[in-house]
């Protein structure tokens, strides 16, 4: 009975110690095994044998109640200061977790920290870091005007270069950065240019330096770190440097559009205005007319060379300025000096109005019937230029010029143009000047009296001029004749011995 009671107690110790640890369980089995032979007869003599036991009715001691109580309260200890095996498995799961994964860091103060690494790892050099800084680029006039065919840049013209230039508020910019672009060979660049940096709105955020070898360098202050909008236009005064004779020129600029196009800027050149002209007088002299800039431009060191054709020799001069309010030239003296050896006319002074140049020359070669000349111009605004002219006696209407003198016959040679618009119209060509025959030193030999009309058919006799003597000096040496002609004759004549011959 005992051995079943006993077996009873362990089974309702066991039941309780579902709910309790492994080390509790143990504890109480001792505790209750220890004690199974001091309850035996309390349970013999009090409860009959079933198979059920009522815990209700299970009497119990103060010695054994204080030892349960007391083997509880140190299982409650124990519990306390020792850990169950799931929590020390808990336990060790958690220190084996910490050490793998380490705690994960603050995302701002992180954020903060690699930008910050990253800024102080970017080049100051914003080329190196494939920056483009300038996104437009155009040439204009001092007056902020284009170039046009209207208004060409003269060849060492000085103009205006405009550089539109914009930042990224993504870009990340401190003090001390900077960017560099090399200006195109045809901008001359005679002095250093520094200036400040502006963005739209005037506000300063760095400076920029253009070198003599055009380099052109944009550096940053601290202002740029954290403003926005960071855009202006950087605008240079500068020469333009054209060096072959061309109508325009073409400019690669290195800078790219929105589209990834590079900005090609296209120039017209100036060319300066030159008109040469000539025209026969009525002695037979041939005359030159130089005109040039009548677009009135700013001309400097200007310098023309006129050297006479074969058989023409340079006599006389005038220079003229156009008066624009008055309409009209004004003879100028000094306008410029002439050198008789290089056969140029060399401006003493800017020229910025039409200029016109009159020169007078001297047939040396009788023979010759027509006349070729050319003048060049040259300045330092501008590239060399010429104009050129031809005269013949021919296109000429009217006129009389000296044919040459035969020393072996002692005879001089004249020819007279003349176009005659009426019926029984008159020319008279004399031997001797005013009214006095007697001083005539040379007369006429009928026999060498040749006519014909501009094209140098013979004029047919039906129509032959009608000859008259209209005073004879008692030594027979003065005449004058008095001819009918057709419209555009030309009468080819004698004299002996030589000396002027007037009509």
Not at 92 to 114: G, H, K, M, V, W
């Amino acid at each position: 009975m005992k051995k079943q009671f006993s077996i009873y107690i362990c089974l309702l110790v066991l039941l309780g110690s579902i709910f309790c640890e492994p080390t509790i369980i143990l504890a109480e089995a001792i505790n209750a095994t220890e004690s199974t032979e001091r309850t035996t007869d309390t349970l013999e003599s009090s409860e009959p044998v079933t198979g059920t036991i009522d815990t209700e009715k299970v009497p119990t001691d103060s010695s054994t109640a204080g030892v349960v109580q007391s083997a509880t309260s140190q299982a409650e200890e124990e519990q306390a200061t020792v850990p169950s095996e799931s929590q020390a498995t808990q336990a060790s799961s958690t220190l084996n977790q910490n050490s793998i994964q380490p705690r994960a860091p603050d995302t701002e103060t992180e954020t903060e920290t690699e930008a910050s690494t990253t800024a102080e790892n970017l080049s100051a050099n914003l080329n190196e870091r494939g920056v483009q800084l300038f996104d437009n680029v155009r040439i204009t006039d001092l007056n902020d005007q284009p170039f046009t065919a209207e208004n060409p840049p003269m060849y060492n013209d000085n103009i205006k270069i405009h550089f539109d230039w914009s930042l990224a508020d993504t870009e990340e910019i401190r003090a001390g950065d900077y960017y560099t672009y090399q200006l195109p060979n045809y901008f001359a660049i005679h002095n250093t240019v520094s200036g400040e940096l502006t963005r739209s709105g005037g506000q300063s955020i760095g400076s920029f330096t253009l070198a003599l070898d055009g380099t052109l360098t944009v550096t940053f202050n601290e202002a740029a770190q954290t403003l926005s909008n960071r855009s202006g236009t950087i605008d240079l005064i500068t020469e333009l440097s054209v060096s072959t004779v061309t109508e325009e020129v073409t400019i690669p600029t290195g800078i790219y559009d929105e589209d990834g196009h590079e900005i090609i800027i296209t120039l017209p050149i100036y060319e300066v205005d030159i008109i040469k002209t000539g025209n026969v007088t009525s002695s037979g002299a041939v005359v030159w007319e130089i005109i040039f800039n009548q677009a009135s431009r700013e001309l400097h060191d200007v310098v023309i060379t006129d050297k006479m054709p074969q058989g023409l020799a340079y006599s006389t001069s005038t220079g003229y300025l156009y008066d624009e309010s008055t309409d009209e030239w004004i003879r100028t003296d000094g306008l410029y000096t002439f050198n008789s050896v290089n056969n140029t006319f060399t401006f003493n002074q800017t020229v910025n109005q039409p200029v016109r140049i009159v020169i007078n020359s001297a047939v040396t070669d009788p023979t010759a019937s027509s006349f070729k000349n050319t003048a060049t111009i040259n300045g330092s605004d501008f590239t060399e230029k010429t104009a050129e002219a031809t005269v013949t006696y021919d296109e000429q209407s009217e006129y009389k010029r000296f044919k040459g003198y035969d020393p072996e016959t002692k005879r001089a040679s004249w020819e007279i143009s003349v176009t005659l618009d009426k019926d029984q119209a008159r020319v008279l060509d004399q031997t001797y000047s005013g009214t006095d025959p007697e001083k005539a030193l040379h007369f006429f030999v009928p026999e060498t009296l040749v006519i014909t009309d501009k094209d140098g058919n013979p004029i047919p006799s039906e129509i032959g001029p009608l000859m008259g003597h209209t005073s004879w000096t008692k030594r027979g040496k003065s005449y004058a004749l008095a001819s009918r002609l057709p419209k555009l004759a030309t009468t080819r004549s004698n004299t002996t011995p030589s000396c002027m011959n007037r009509f």
